[in-house]
């Protein structure tokens, strides 16, 4: 009886030390509780070379006379706008080209094209942005759109006629809000306007710088500044042109249009502007626009 009783005490010691040991394993053999092996969840998702970014943008200025290229970060938001001097990048190349065949292009970068631009990551805190060290620059050869370039050119033509309205400013208004460009390049043309006559422009509505205290919107009128801005009208009034014949074998090209107003406006009995105006683009280049109308208040 005492032998019987002594195994029962050692089986159920046995038992218990199992039990305990089994309690420091978890459920699912070295899983998390999503049922993903731990080492999985740590390391992630795709690799890629460590401290290396690459990212897409449109050149908005391609930089002369020793400025730097303006650039707005693809399908960014406003304010993603940054500066690289492209020339002084080593490895630069055109897609489909090697750096050797380049040598031989008589070529430029141009305002429009997309690149994409590798760096360390870092950016510096300024406005327009600033990368960190750059490794490579890339010209891509789909997706030029110089639309850009083109309101940019549209925001000048504004400050040459009627120049009185906005002589000795000190702020610059730009509103871009109803084209199509992306925001972040709506943000960089308004900075290359601002640049080209020296002034840091304030991107905003109307009233928008009504509530920022620009303008006094009792008085209608902007003491220290002019406000210009673009509205496309392509959805109330379409720009309509006929299409080139092309022969068996050949592609059409990617024809669009635009039409839109331009402004600028320093008060209720000081505005001039641009009315019913069209431009068309060929593969995402623009042609020269036409003005439908100038008006002066």
């Not at 305990?20 to 049922?35: E, K, L, N, S, V």
């Not at 890629?48 to 006379?65: I, K, M, S």
């Not at 308004?190 to 304030?202: E, N, Q, S």
């Amino acid at each position: 009886m005492k032998k019987w009783c002594l195994f029962l005490s050692l089986y159920f010691c046995v038992c218990l030390l199992a039990a305990c040991a089994g309690g420091d394993i978890p459920a699912g053999g070295g899983t998390d509780p999503g049922g993903t092996p731990s080492e999985e969840t740590q390391t992630g998702g795709e690799t890629a070379e460590p401290g290396q970014v690459t990212e897409t943008f449109r050149l908005v200025d391609a930089g002369e006379g020793g400025q730097p290229a303006l650039l707005a970060k693809a399908d960014g938001g406003a304010g993603d706008v940054y500066t690289l001097d492209i020339s002084s990048v080593e490895d630069l190349t055109i897609e489909g080209y090697t750096q050797e065949q380049m040598a031989l292009l008589d070529w430029a970068p141009v305002a429009g094209a997309l690149v994409e631009v590798t760096w360390d990551g870092t950016v510096m805190e300024s406005y327009p942005a600033r990368f960190g060290e750059v490794t490579a620059v890339r010209i891509l050869e789909d997706g030029f759109n110089d639309l850009c370039r083109l309101y940019r050119d549209v925001l000048n033509d504004l400050w040459e006629v009627d120049p009185g309205l906005n002589d000795g400013i000190t702020e610059l208004g730009v509103d871009l809000s109803e084209t199509s460009l992306p925001e972040s390049e709506r943000s960089a043309v308004a900075y290359a306007f601002g640049m080209d006559h020296g002034l840091m422009p304030v991107e905003g509505t109307y009233q928008e710088l009504v509530d920022q205290g620009y303008i006094d919107g009792e008085e209608l009128f902007w003491e220290n500044g002019c406000l210009f801005s673009i509205r496309e009208t392509q959805d109330e009034d379409p720009v309509v042109f006929s299409l080139p014949c092309v022969g068996p074998g050949e592609e059409m090209p990617d024809y669009n249009g635009v039409r839109f107003d331009a402004e600028k406006w320093r008060g209720g009995t000081g505005a001039y502007s641009f009315t019913n105006c069209s431009a068309a683009s060929v593969d995402g280049h623009w042609s020269v626009y036409t003005v439908g109308a100038e008006a002066i208040s």
